[in-house]
């Protein structure tokens, strides 16, 4: 069985943004060169997600708005979190965007549906965090 890790890093220039890593993704599946297997990909942050979903600006207005109504930003004072920090809203829609997502790899492709794309969803940006990426298979 053959195993492949690499870290993919990103530094948002907004608070909260949503980032399609499908290419990057794609680029180590490619450099693995594992043709059936599993590729897990995480945020190593816990204000970060990494989630699939479709590429349409649209929705990704949607989500901002959905998830700012879960857990809006300010005021910072309504969370215990917030008493040395100003993110504990980004924990939380980290919680709820969730933090990884598993694809199957099928003849050296990601086997996604017909619009999945993968996201990294920033929630408290402007500096450097990391996402995981780990492929195992043959
Ligand atoms: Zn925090």
Redesign the pocket.
Same mark, same amino acid.
């Given at each position: 069985m053959k195993s492949y890790r690499k870290e993919l890093w990103f530094e948002t220039k907004n608070r909260r943004e949503f980032i399609n890593i499908t290419p990057q993704v794609e680029e180590c599946l490619r450099e693995s060169q594992i043709k059936e297997g599993l590729l897990l990909c995480n945020a190593m942050h816990i204000?970060a997600s990494v989630f699939i979903n479709d590429d349409e600006s649209g929705l990704h207005h949607d989500f901002e708005v959905f998830l700012d109504k879960l857990a809006p930003e300010k005021p910072y004072s309504q969370y215990r #979190?917030n008493t040395y920090?100003d993110?504990?809203d980004a #924990?939380l829609k980290r919680t709820i965007m969730g933090r990884e997502v598993v694809v199957a790899v099928t003849e050296g492709k990601l086997d996604l549906g017909p619009w999945e794309q993968i996201f990294y969803g920033e929630f408290d940006g402007k500096r450097p965090k990391r996402v995981l990426v780990k492929i195992i298979g043959e």
């Open positions: 204000t #979190h920090e993110n504990a #924990h």
